[in-house]
């Protein structure tokens, strides 16, 4: 009995799919199945799809890619592949584009507005079901796509299922309207325009999907995206985003040098000079391997230092610069060897080389900043460091930038060790205006605290102590400063609170202690002031026994 019920079902889904034309019967290839799933593995959500592409591009609807960590999809041969990467999303009209790793066999997308009957297909395999839909009207959006309404409702498991005009091409992908049923579709054109651009990276509506946005079809779109990684993804997705591009533009060098840094950054030396070799081969512009293959370098030999790598030095370094100028003599080589010489410490032939590039097609605030560094390890003068750092500002463009901010800065703290803190106060000011919003580190917060402090703007300093106490909450040395200055400007009740958190974040700090118990003294809270006051007093600091002598 089984085995005519089987029979029967067989012949019922045949017979559905050859009663229709058979170019419709074509596009069966080109359906498939998708399932996406939550991090823990369960099930997320299903739908279907269609392959737009030969080399596994496909289109599908974007809900049940929102909140998905991972997703599959089942090919009409019931063979599954992992989705690799999103490419775009359109979340107003329900619509993506992804990739898979495979060969496929893409559908015929319908570049005229369908009429009368449709078939919305969706199965794989065997299991393949064609159903006829009416279309009831269609309407035209952005002067190019079509949206189509039909007459009959659609059940909720058939969402992304394609629309098939009668000569086998697809007009849309299966909507239903969750309150009423109703079917509806989208271009599938829509879909299929869909491009990454470097900026998918940090698209808000792509985000919401854990699944890596796909590379830029540009090499200098896809250069970005992978210059953008490096502080908005885990080391695994930008490894990934890494290997696709060395594998889409396999001769050039960036891809490469990318690669080999993030091999120095694990310590991973062997490979990153493996890496690097490969580059020299393959690239198209060798003066251009040369020089990455010395930047490479240098970055080991500047902050791994103490990882001795024995093919690996600063005289290594030099000479791939060298050999990148003798092949292409550029200013950006020249500069690239006195960046080597100076980390060599050889302050004096790095500031003639820095010096000279001034006079070059490359002048620019940088290298008057580099010689300013050299003239401060040579125990120049100060007149003559801010001479360089005058001039780093002078020669950026007009208005001024944020291309200017780290010279800005430099001249800034420059001043502040000299003890001019006005002027010092002017450019750290000027260098917050310059950085347009940006967020600034507790260093720079501090750094301008303690230069307002003595240019006794209190007011100005109490904000920036703050500021740096928001950024980093941890540190108890900003609650002793914060409670410091509080006391100076007899915000008493400020100033208990910040010494009491600072106690607590360490309590072997005896300036917490101090700083407590002189608040508490100040607040006529002698008892816990002695208390405090004792207790800066064990961890070793003699001013507290000034104080205890004020309680009596």
Not at 52 to 62: E, K
Request: aromatic letters at 10%; one cysteine or more.
């Amino acid at each position: 009995m089984k085995k005519i019920l089987l029979f029967f079902t067989i012949f019922l889904l045949t017979l559905s799919v050859k009663s229709q034309p058979a170019a419709v019967r074509k596009t069966v290839k080109s359906v498939f199945t998708l399932t996406t799933f939550n991090k823990d593995g369960s099930l997320h959500a299903s739908g279907h799809g269609i392959f737009v592409s030969a080399d596994g591009q496909a289109v599908s609807t974007w809900t049940p890619f929102v909140g998905a960590d991972h997703a599959v999809v089942i090919d009409a041969d019931g063979k599954q592949y992992t989705v690799e990467t999103i490419i775009g999303a359109n979340e107003l009209y329900d619509v993506c584009k992804f990739t898979i790793n495979a060969r496929t066999l893409p559908a015929t997308l319908a570049s005229s507005p369908a009429s009368g009957t449709t078939y919305l297909m969706h199965g794989s395999n065997a299991k393949v079901d064609t159903r006829p839909y009416n279309i009831s009207r269609v309407e035209k959006f952005m002067n190019r796509y079509n949206y189509y309404v039909f007459s009959q409702n659609a059940p909720e498991n058939l969402t992304g299922g394609p629309f098939v005009n009668a000569q086998g091409q697809v007009i849309g992908l299966l909507q239903r309207s969750k309150k009423s049923g109703e079917a509806y579709a989208t271009d599938a054109r829509l879909a299929a325009d869909l491009k990454a651009n470097a900026f998918s990276l940090n698209d808000p509506v792509l985000r919401t999907c854990a699944i890596r946005t796909a590379l830029p079809e540009q090499q200098d779109q896809a250069l970005l995206t992978i210059m953008m990684t490096g502080e908005t993804v885990d080391s695994l997705k930008r490894q990934a985003y890494i290997d696709d591009f060395i594998s889409r533009f396999p001769k050039a060098v960036e891809g490469y040098s990318a690669k080999a840094m993030s091999y120095v950054d694990a310590g991973r030396y062997v490979e990153a000079d493996k890496v690097m070799q490969t580059a020299l081969e393959r690239a198209d512009k060798k003066d251009e391997a040369h020089a990455e293959y010395a930047k490479v370098i240098l970055q080991k030999q500047r902050y791994h230092v103490d990882k001795p790598f024995a093919p690996w030095s600063l005289d290594k370094a030099l000479d791939e610069a060298r050999k990148a100028e003798a092949i292409n003599p550029l200013d950006i080589y020249r500069h690239q060897q006195a960046q080597i010489i100076y980390a060599q410490g050889r302050y004096q032939e790095a500031l003639n080389s820095f010096l000279a590039l001034t006079k070059s097609s490359i002048r620019g605030g940088e290298l008057f900043y580099e010689a300013a560094q050299c003239k401060t390890m040579l125990k120049a003068p100060d007149t003559e460091v801010m001479a360089l750092l005058d001039s780093a500002v002078a020669a950026c463009p007009k208005p001024l930038s944020a291309i200017a901010a780290p010279y800005v800065l430099a001249r800034g703290m420059a001043l502040d060790t000299q003890g001019q803190y006005r002027l010092a106060l002017k450019d750290y000011n000027l260098y917050d205006s310059l950085m347009q919003g940006r967020p600034l580190s507790a260093d720079f917060y501090y750094l301008r605290y303690k230069c307002e402090t003595h240019s006794r703007q209190y007011l100005q300093a109490l904000n920036d102590i703050a500021r740096a106490i928001i950024m980093t909450p941890d540190e108890p040395t900003y609650y002793a400063e914060m409670a410091s200055l509080s006391l100076r400007v007899k915000r008493l009740e400020d100033a208990e609170k910040a010494a009491q958190r600072c106690t607590e974040l360490a309590p072997e700090y005896a300036d917490g202690h101090l700083l407590l118990g002189i608040s508490q003294l100040e607040l006529g809270k002698k008892e816990e002031a002695r208390l405090s006051l004792l207790k800066a007093k064990e961890l070793g600091d003699k001013r507290a026994d000034e104080y205890l002598k004020q309680i009596k």
